[in-house]
């Protein structure tokens, strides 16, 4: 058995407490006021630093799949590694891939390659206009207007088809409308290409179909303050839908990029004014978004420079979770719902179905996400007051680059657990 002693936090409380881990089982035997030693156990963290339930980003792209096409970005390994060093130890893989997953065989081939990553990678099957539900309970992925990849619509009219066949399904959205992107493709900078009035119009549509298709919705990486009210109306109204924003769309502002190399910033939606980027920190300060997730899309240099829309992401996560606490005043109890427990939630519901197509899947226990008996021994620790600064050489990802290169976090990742084992 392994002991560790730290101040652990959950949704509902942060206390210093003990865990035994269970090394041959990778799951966690006990917590609390176990009554070892200090000089008896396995680890002791002091003040500064938290211990969670393994943190979780529901939506990254690593690139890889049955082309290798892309691996030349990023592969699941060097996206694993990149995560752990954010503190991330489950993340959620996109389908728009050269060969994207969209049935049972092409999805379970690619669940397959995620085996070299050293912490849980899952991955989403993709919805395209031809496309029909798997036969097992796995999480779809809808990009209403074009992305990296074929796998979108040319209007709502071919998606509302397509998600006919999705009803009762995990669907998450990834909000532009296409016919206006079509309309302004042409316009002179990224901005206005794709403006916020397609987020709105593609979120009023998206909450459309949830609703009239019953399907268990998420909107992906939202950045607009006016999207934000048709969500806000949705849910009055008896509405449920889950929602992502992504540490860029909280942290910087279309003023702050423009005065900086702009291409570099690049990512779509594209970083919004400061009306918006204040309004979507608020909405997350208040509870109203489920979860903080990067969108981690990596691109070269070169590709950056030309234009290639995507920011890298998962090795700042932690240290932005830091920030949110140290800087922006977020409780750490916070901060474990949002990015252990829910991300751990929307993990755990699909587990059965991975476990039956992959026996890495097997051993997980009741799942993950939680300070609990039984859940997998999955842990993040944050040193709040051990400052970072984002340095090229430190990054993990293939690419080599972050949108807060340069930039002082107040707290970083101390030690990252999985399975029992630390990383």
Known sequence: MKSIEA????????????LLINEETGLIEDI??????RENLSYYFNDDCLLFAGMGDVHIHAREDLSQKNCYKETFHSASEAAVNGGVIHMGDMPNNPIPPIDDKSYADKLRLTS????????YAGIGPK????TKKVPYKAYMGPSVGDLFFKDNEELENALVHYKN???????????????????S?????????????????????????????????????????AIREFRKNGGIVQVEVTPQHLYFAQEDIEKLDVQLFQMNPPIRPCTDQEAMLAAFKNGEIDFLATDHAPHTHEEKVKGTSGLTGLDTYGAFVCWLINEQNLKPEFMAKICSENSGRFFNQFLESWSSMDSRFIEFGKGLGFLEKGYRADLTVLNLKKKWT?????????VKHSPFLGHEFS?????????????
């Not at 070299?116 to 991955?123: D, Q, R, Y």
Request: net charge positive.
């Open 411 to 423: 707290g970083s990742v101390e030690r990252v657990m999985t399975k029992g084992k630390w990383i």
């Open 189 to 229: 900078t990224h901005f206005s290409r794709r403006p916020v009035e397609a987020e709105v119009l593609a979120t009023n549509e998206a909450l459309k179909l949830i609703k009239e298709h019953h399907l268990v919705g998420k909107l992906c990486h939202f950045s607009s303050r006016e999207g934000l009210d």
């Open 32 to 37: 609390g006021d176990l009554g070892i030693a």
């Open 390 to 398: 984002v340095k090229t050489e430190d990054l993990k990802t293939k």
């Open 7 to 18: 101040i652990c936090v959950t949704s509902q409380f942060k206390k210093r407490q003990q």
């Open 131 to 134: 496309t029909k539900p798997l």
């Open 169 to 187: 399904q995990y669907v998450s959205f990834h909000c532009e409308d296409p016919e206006l992107l079509e309309k302004c493709k042409n316009e």
């Open 116 to 123: 070299s990553a050293i912490n849980t990678c899952w991955i």
